[in-house]
């Protein structure tokens, strides 16, 4: 099960995330969205989305960085394993509270009021359902993570998450006696991966580059605006 879990099911998740979002992207380009339910209800919304955001975009690629970046980079730059250790305890402490509050505002959000849930879907209320799941896991990470402060357990993670991605050979073995929580916050992890495609975080892929170049402003009228334009162009051919 261990092989499974930390060895295997990394790859089907990863795949399905590749792929399921080009296909999605393809087939499907006008569900690739956000689906924002700030017209229904703006109250509530800012402070925790801001909270949400900022807390869950420094906790990803701070784990983005803080596992994929080879050890030997962190040796030749002079940070110590220790040292790593506790800033990863201290910010990503700190980002994850903010994401948790503001994840959990969002969800009471989503959920109390009326209009925004027959709005929502189970994709919609599941996913940031597990977002807060695996945000707690990671706070609960900490205390453990405070009992090795030579960093040596974020090593170890550090060359699993390195071996998956350069297919070394029984990589799962390097987190069999890691502590339960840490292998349920991984798991949780690769599957919201797995689901990634078939939820609303496909918009986290999204950048408007070609906005940054459009050519001149738009111009946003009201309906009657632009009715009135329309029926003072009819006039003018009328005429």
């Keep these: 099960m261990n092989t499974f ?40 919304l800012v402070m925790g989305s801001v909270l949400f955001h900022v ?8 784990h983005l960085v803080g596992l994929l970046t080879p050890i030997w980079i962190f040796d030749a730059i002079g940070i110590s394993h220790g040292f790593k250790q506790i800033l990863a305890i201290v910010v990503g402490g700190i980002a994850g509270l903010f994401a948790l509050v503001g994840g959990g505002m ?7 009021d009326p209009r925004i849930r027959r709005n929502s879907s189970v994709a919609d209320i599941g996913i940031l359902a ?6 707690l896991l990671g706070l609960a990470t900490i205390p453990l993570s405070a009992q090795h402060l030579d960093g040596g357990e974020m090593v170890r993670f550090m060359a699993w998450a390195q071996g998956i991605f350069t297919f070394r050979a ?19 992890g690769l599957t919201i991966f797995l689901l990634f495609p078939f ?10 580059v070609r ?9 946003v009228r009201s309906r009657r605006s632009a009715a009135g334009a329309r029926s003072g162009e009819r006039d003018r051919t009328a005429s």
Excluded: N
């Design 106 to 112: 969002l969800l009471h959000r989503r959920v109390s």
């Design 170 to 188: 029984h990589v799962a073995d390097l987190v069999i006696d890691a502590h339960w929580i840490f292998k349920l916050h991984l798991f949780l």
């Design 199 to 208: 939820t609303r975080l496909v918009h986290m892929l999204s950048f408007p």
């Design 55 to 62: 807390g869950v975009l420094i906790v990803f690629f701070g």
């Design 130 to 135: 597990l977002l807060l799941a695996q945000i």
């Design 5 to 44: 879990l930390f060895g295997i099911y990394p790859y089907i998740c990863l795949t399905v995330l590749a792929v399921g979002s080009i296909a999605r992207y393809e087939r499907d380009p006008f569900t690739w969205k956000s689906s924002s339910s700030q017209l229904l209800r703006r109250r509530q």
């Design 211 to 219: 906005y940054l170049f459009r050519p001149g402003y738009q111009i």
